[in-house]
């Protein structure tokens, strides 16, 4: 779910932190992922060593996924009708890789990451249960904290290197 509270650390609403995520996947899509990264001063702390100065034309399919607040009970009601779900995450990445059917990513502001890994960390009760079926039927799924943490995954994913702390910790 996207909402327009702001981040207390980065200023950035969830809306403003997938937006930013979606402006470096474009230039992942047409200049690499090396580009993208030194374009959008990413720190590389992930343990996958990717090096990819091709364009990445995959990322054409990467795409959000309409799930945001309702608004009014009409609203609702109609989006209810029309197939939208609680739980489901902002992003999904369609390309299988490494034994993985795609990836979900459900980007959250980074004030909410939690302190311990036992804690919900601003995920509801329907995006967890979401989370563990995609795990359980083979898809990726991460819950990252701010726009920076979904850009690492989104590389270390296109590269075949899902590290599974990583995948634990969403």
Known sequence: ???????KTS??????????FFEYAKYA?????????KAFSIKRESTANITTK????????????????????????????AGIKKGIPDIFYPLPVGGYSGLYIEIKRTAL???????????????????????EVGYAYIVAYGWQEAAVA???????????ALEQAA
């Open 29 to 37: 899509e047409r200049f690499g992922f090396d580009f993208a990264d």
């Open 54 to 81: 091709k364009p990445v034309p995959a990322l054409r399919w990467l795409h959000a996924i309409k799930n945001e607040g309702h608004g009014d009970i009409v609203r609702g009601y109609h989006s209810k009708r």
């Open 113 to 135: 990451k939690p302190a311990h890994a036992t804690s919900k960390g601003g995920c509801s009760d329907e995006q967890i249960a979401f989370g563990e079926w995609a795990r």
């Open 11 to 20: 200023g950035l609403t969830e809306r403003q932190e997938q937006a930013r």
């Open 1 to 7: 779910m996207i909402k327009k509270t702001k981040s």
């Open 154 to 164: 989104l590389r270390d994913y296109s590269g075949g290197r899902w590290p599974e």
